[in-house]
């Protein structure tokens, strides 16, 4: 079969590899319906030194099971499923507090020895408590809504779940990214009563009023965080997703929360430090959020997406081939493309 | 009247200061019946520059209402009162939302032109949001614990609180200081179902016990946070309260705790960054607590405190008059005194 890899800074390439075949007896293997591109991909695309040999990439996939393992029950060939993008046995004491990016038997596609899901197929450890089946047919016209199950929707959410956002509570999202557009979803979605998006890129706030922003903010740095200010009686919101993960965004957000609020963060983070030092400590900031458990999340989500009460595939504003991938890539690293949608 | 001041590091004096009087109309004079020193007050003790002129300190104080403005109301000549750390107008904004630390109109006693706490009286700014009546008489037995209420309990209470302390939670508590002793039984209150106590100090870990610790970690750094991980099956505490505030305190507090887990701060920082990069966002979490707002906590603790449900004044173990606060901070800086009771 065919699969995208990557050699290096801007080099990902569709080469031939061998077909997955079930390994162990909790494996599927499943076909590729719809796979993306994910911002957190641009960071390996960007920076990734070269080598020799290229690795598997792509951590967003939906498709159709195809093969199932001796120890796999609850699925059979033909059935749509997604995967989120960590694979976990969905039994462990982490995975029943919903924290299934912590799960010792889990991890990530495209790295020891496991398949990227940028291909035509991918062999899917621990399948049983991976993979959730989607109540649709390969030809759904939602497709695109339900592959943002495996990661970006659901990290919006997570990141708006675990600030607290509900009722009655104001919100900044940081970032006009996917990830940031997801995230306005979600807190719409959990009735954030003023949702202020920070981004500059027309099209894409458009698109976040469109999901619930109440305010646009194209300002940065000092600029942008006096007129969240200004837009707040001069308090800051109660909470800021922060959705970037740059130094910058990050001291942006401890600008715009009002005291006693929280960050919650889920862009992953490009910095070591945070400067949490005495002024945030006197003003009882919270700092939350992480890497999203995406499986813990699924089949909350699912009902709204299949009901067309959110519409997260409107994100994708590209949709590609497999031999197209390298493009997609290179439209997302400048910025032409919002996200890419990968049809293998 | 006489009253502590502090000159630099290692030198406080007690001198003759000007009475207080009521300057505005929302002031009242408190005669102190009970002050403490802190352990945040050790911090300008062992580096605070000399200088000609000395400051006023101390925030911990209980007394009697001498006189007020004419703008108070609900407090009359007579009145026993605690006053929390911040003085606080108690109607705005943020004191509504229960963080009257983030009072525009608030302030810390002992600065600008406001007394401090550690003498035989005190000019009280925005007294009718600031003090608490306490239905007890001069000579109550109770004064050590009710003035706790002024910081040190609901500090290690809002340590709880914002960590989320609840029946079933496991609780790792940092410092056996009187604020990590009082955050111990300010977690036994809540429920927690155990904790974890990490202190080497012999004396105050037995009073840990008292407060409700079930287990004692002695050692520090790595071999402490091995010796948690061991407890508790090598998955740490779902909540920690770092009650010391260095650098090696905040390491260990999220080396023990659980992923998915919090970290809740109300020792003073004494660091300007928390290393909070990808490996903490991947384990998902939460950095919370911050400076008390006392105000908010006191009428929710008195009763139990009235009802000696909880005796937060065992954390004294030694009493001075006003001429031996001098002593007072010696012993506390040399941890030969856990906490020191002022009976000017």
Known sequence: MRATLIYGA??????DVPDPK???PTDAVVRVLRACICGSDLWPYGSRPATEQGDRIGHEFLGVVEE?????SGLTAGDVVVAPF????????????????SCPHGGVWG????????GEAVRVPLAQGTLVKLPVGEDSALLPSLVTLADVFPTGHHCAVTAGVGPRTTVTVIGDGAVGLSAVLAAKRLGAERIILMGRHAGRTALGRDFGATDVVAERGAEGSARVRELTGGFGTHTVLECVGTPATVETAFEVVRDGGTVSRVGAPQYSEVPLGFPVF????????????????IEELLPDVLDGVVQPGRVFDRTVGLDDVPDGYRAMADRQALKVLVRP
Chains 1, 2 share one sequence.
Do not use: M
């Not at 009882?284 to 458990?293: F, Q, V």
């Open 10 to 15: 801007g080099d990902v390439r569709i080469e």
């Open 22 to 24: 079930l390994i162990e």
């Open 68 to 72: 199932t393992g001796s120890e796999v």
């Open 86 to 101: 960590v694979y976990a046995d969905n039994t462990c004491e982490y995975c029943r507090a919903g924290l299934q990016t």
């Open 111 to 118: 790295s020891q020895g496991v398949d990227g899901g940028q």
């Open 282 to 297: 006197g003003r009882n900031i919270t700092l939350t959020g992480g890497i999203a458990p995406v499986r813990a999340y």
